[in-house]
């Protein structure tokens, strides 16, 4: 998660041009979320920062209560209880998550796969889970063969979804996105052109932090005990979102244990690719594409962003220390 570094750059920025800033920041989905709105967003307007905060707040646990694993009344975890091969009607907002996850689960032949909840689970990087070791191949097996996007329906007319197998849905790997969509959607129907905001490393740059200058997302090194800055890139009216095994993962027997499962194999993955970066239009597809390429690794993942004309920024762990890759489209956007 870049969130120290995101600030860090913020505050130079800010800094820099003797900027004041309307900031603050919270928690919500097993994270921090950070919201930071400029001076030319303000103009003629009194912001009551303590009331936005309550606005966005309340939209950030509207949408855990839909789709969060880690509440347990929430609307996913009701459909991960609904009895298997029933229909279950859902929220609009939850539908439209399940859809985008399974287009992304064609696109990327299995890659991307939110049925991967109970693996997930077996291997300790779901709710309620603290023991660090990697369960056996037999119950791999068994929940591999109990996953599967295919056997996840979505019935379009009815906004209702249903199991075919006994598997558990998470969408942590794309809920960020959708909700850091939904607050760029909010703060702009109570008039505010130019912010950021941030849920656990996944952002939306809204406008400009001044009328001529862009804002500078800052792109954290993959290192999992320290934090510096690999590289920033400008954005406008753009989403932004990584996915890396640099933080989240445990370590067994001197081999570290990623918390991006590769559904085809039921175990993590395990390859060159440190950190993948996605610039996108919307932060959910951001989010679920940072997904998708780091599963798929490299070659394939790159393969795969070009042809889907995706900005994508990766970093491969070499011999000789870390590289840099970008796409055709990353190329373009920054010139470089
Ligand atoms: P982060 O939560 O660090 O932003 P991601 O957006 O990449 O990272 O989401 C990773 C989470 O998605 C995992 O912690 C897990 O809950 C879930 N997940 C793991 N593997 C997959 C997969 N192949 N497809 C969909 N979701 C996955
Ligand atoms: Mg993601």
Redesign the pocket.
């Known amino acids: 998660?870049p969130l120290f570094c995101l600030f860090l750059i913020l505050f130079l920025t800010g800094c820099e041009y003797g900027q004041s800033t309307l900031q603050f920041a919270g928690k919500t989905m097993g994270t921090t979320y950070s919201v930071v709105l400029v001076p030319q967003s303000l103009s003629g307007r009194q912001v009551d920062p303590v009331t936005l905060q309550a606005e966005v707040d309340r939209e950030l646990g509207r949408i855990s209560k839909l789709m969060s694993t880690y509440d347990e009344s929430s609307q996913l975890s009701q459909l991960n209880a609904h009895p298997v091969g029933k229909y279950f009607t859902v929220h609009p907002d939850l539908y439209h998550v399940l859809q985008a996850s399974q287009e992304l689960a064609r696109l990327s032949d299995g890659?991307?796969?939110?049925t991967?909840g109970s693996l997930?689970d077996l291997w300790g990087?779901?709710p309620g889970y603290a023991d660090s070791k990697p369960p056996s191949e037999s119950e791999i097996s068994l929940a591999r063969g109990n996953a599967g996007y295919q056997a996840l329906d979505i019935d379009v007319e009815n906004y209702r979804v249903r199991r075919r197998k006994a598997f558990h849905v998470?969408l942590?790997?794309i809920a960020?996105g959708f909700a850091v969509d939904q607050i760029r959607d909010l703060l702009r129907r109570r008039g505010h052109d130019d912010f950021l905001v941030e849920i656990?490393?996944?952002l939306f740059a809204s406008g400009r932090i001044k009328s001529d200058r862009q804002w500078q997302v800052a792109i954290e090194a993959p290192e999992a005990d320290n934090r510096s800055i690999q590289t920033t890139l400008p954005l406008q009216d753009m989403a932004m979102a990584t996915?890396g095994d640099y933080r989240?993962y445990f370590e067994w027997n001197g081999k570290r244990y990623s918390?991006?499962?590769?559904?085809r194999s039921g175990y993590p993955v395990d390859h060159q690719l440190v950190s993948v970066t996605v610039i996108a239009a919307s932060a959910m597809y951001a989010?679920g594409w940072?997904?998708t390429i780091?599963?798929l690794g490299l070659e394939q993942g790159m393969q795969l962003a070009n042809a889907q004309q995706l900005a994508v920024l990766a970093m491969i762990e070499t011999a000789s220390g870390l590289e840099t890759i970008r796409s055709e489209k990353l190329a373009a956007y920054t010139g470089y």
């Open positions: 998660m890659a991307m796969d939110v991967v997930v990087f779901g998470d942590s790997s960020k656990g490393g996944e996915s989240n918390h991006t499962i590769d559904p989010d940072a997904t780091s599963v």
